[in-house]
């Protein structure tokens, strides 16, 4: 009876022990589970982390490869004075012909892309493998009121756009839009476009070359460089374009930063029968120093169409300034071209003649200062003669900002 | 018997504790071992990132900006940059940075026409390094766009 009940004892003790261990070893095992689920789950957060970590990476090249390309664009649309098909685009043709806003800033983020891309191109990464693609525009956002109130004085955003990254780790896979906008600072670009424009709206040098042209009356007839045909008006045409780089050099408020040049790179005068019964300038269309420098912007990605239409005029590659300057600071060049043609207009005596001052007017003076060749009054102070004389200059206007240098 | 039966109980209950123990242990060990990986790696990279996107202070120019343009126009740590700042010691801003971070347990070094360029301190033996190839752009005029590969060593 004893050994019967001591067997039973046993055997359920046995039941227990065996019941424990069984919940033990399912709840071991379940744990087992969710230990290892757990894993798994940092495992693959930690993947997605890095992945998003590769990504931001990645991001920042894009980023900081955008801002080196607006650096080296603001350079090189800077020493093209905007763009134009060859040589420096040119802002005075007879009158203002400066670039828009619109009309800059195209081609200022066509080049920022295209240099953008290119840094995009060397891109190449193995470990993990990641996948960037072009960019389709890059845009700079400025506008007319931004630029003339100069609030893009020392800096513009830029944006870029059409791009993708894909990041493949491991199993993982994961694309991202590669889209951003980028502040470029202390870059002076819209500054100087900003003062060039106000001078090239302001200045009186057209007026001034106009003004000069009745020295080629008391040259010889025919064609040549004004070095050769008529010392006298290439040294009055170099007077006025010191006046003009003076003035240019004074419209910047911080002339310690600012240098600006000039140079003549053209002066071509000639004496001619008069075709047109006119008495003022007007232009010499022909002219043989080169013409008017601009290139057709195109469409503004994202953006509007580009308004307002520029006059036509063939374009000539000014030669002459090609000076190449190794330094990283930012250079605008701007063109200029004046091309005029007009009677002689008498309205000085000659030094030796005792005509009475504003009745009689000279055409030419001899060497002694006596008048060769007298010409009538019949039009109040003016003596329109049938000679014609005609004048061209191209000039190249350079200032040199040294307030900041660029990464370029 | 029952002297037998109650041994086979705690011996096997001792051993169930001792594999438990064992399994939790390195399972714990290795979730551990991830998460400290994870986080290292997210202080190397955000420093990284930090690299390409923090701005300094003043001169407003991030310090993959400011390795850049040392590496292409450095003389002797400096780069100049500009009259209105004059000359910036490049080096100097370089290494303060990846000291506020990794103190003293840093390398970077790249190499540039053919030079090699080296900042933070000796790599060390016999310890685990952490290693990431920065891509950085280098600023050029008419760029080519170069890249370069920067190696930046942690520990």
Redesign the interface.
Known sequence: MLNSHNGRKAQSSLIVLMAMIGVFLISLILLFFRTESFRSQIIKGSQISRVSKYMDITKGFTRQSSLLSSHAAAYDIADKGGHSVEGTRTWICNKPWDPSVDEVRFFLGQETLEFLNRYVENYDVKDPIIFLNNFTCVNCDVSESTVTTGKNDEKFDIGAFGSDIKVILKEDNVTSKNEFGNEISRVRFWFLYRVFRQWAETTTLPQDICSGLGLICGCPAGMNRCSAHCPSFQIYSEEQIEKARQYLESLFTDPEYIKCTAILDCCVSAHGANTDNINSCISWEDMPCGGCNREEPGTLCGDSILKGEKPKVEPITIKGHTEQNNTRFLKFNVGVTIFWKRPCLCQSKCPNTNCPEDVDCCMRCGANGECEEQCVDDCGNYCVLSDEPRGTITATFTCIDKKYSLSI | ??LL?IL??VI??SI?LVL?YY??TS?RE??MQ??T??KE??RL??D??G???NRIPV????L??VL??YLR?GENSNV??????GILNAKEIIEIYFNSTFENKWHLETSYNGEKFEFGFETPENMRLRTF???????????????LDVKFTQW
């Open positions: 018997m029952e039966e086979t109980v096997g209950v169930l438990s399994f939790f399972s290795k979730s991830v998460i990986e994870e790696f997210n990279t955000n990284i990132t690299f390409f996107y001169i407003d120019k991030n993959a900006q850049g343009d126009w100049f940059y500009g009259k209105y700042y190839i920065i891509k950085l752009p280098i600023p050029k005029s008419l760029t080519d766009g170069e890249v």
